[in-house]
């Protein structure tokens, strides 16, 4: 009986090794695509918001000096614009609504009181 020894891996367990990697490799990038769209349009969003934040700020001011808000802004690329609901001659309720892209946009009421 010849007794023969192994001092390394052989051609199949290599090409066996170097596929699961491979393919360990293409799905580790999809998800660092998904996570990256994710971030993305989270930052946007976020982005969104703070222009918004900005017209409500407007609106509080001109208000408080008589004035209607403004029906329509933009404001760092993005559109906002706004339904004005007058309850009295000191109170006002603004439904706004501010938009970024084709299919996404973001709403919120708002009450003006001077």
């Known amino acids: 009986m010849s007794h023969h020894s ?31 769209t994710a971030i993305e349009r989270a930052e946007r969003k976020a982005q969104a918001v703070e222009a918004l934040n900005s017209y409500i700020q407007d609106a509080h001011i001109a208000w408080r000096n ?19 609901n007058p309850v009295n001659e000191n109170n006002v309720s603004v439904n706004t609504k501010v938009i970024w892209g084709e299919d996404n946009s973001y709403s919120l009421q708002i009450w003006l009181s001077r």
């Open 66 to 84: 008589g004035s209607p808000p403004r029906p329509e802004a933009e404001i760092n690329g993005f559109l906002i614009s706004s339904i004005i």
């Open 6 to 36: 192994s001092k390394g891996f052989s051609l199949v367990e290599t090409l066996v090794a170097s596929a699961l990697v491979a393919m360990w490799a293409v799905s580790s990038q999809q998800l660092l695509q998904i996570g990256l």
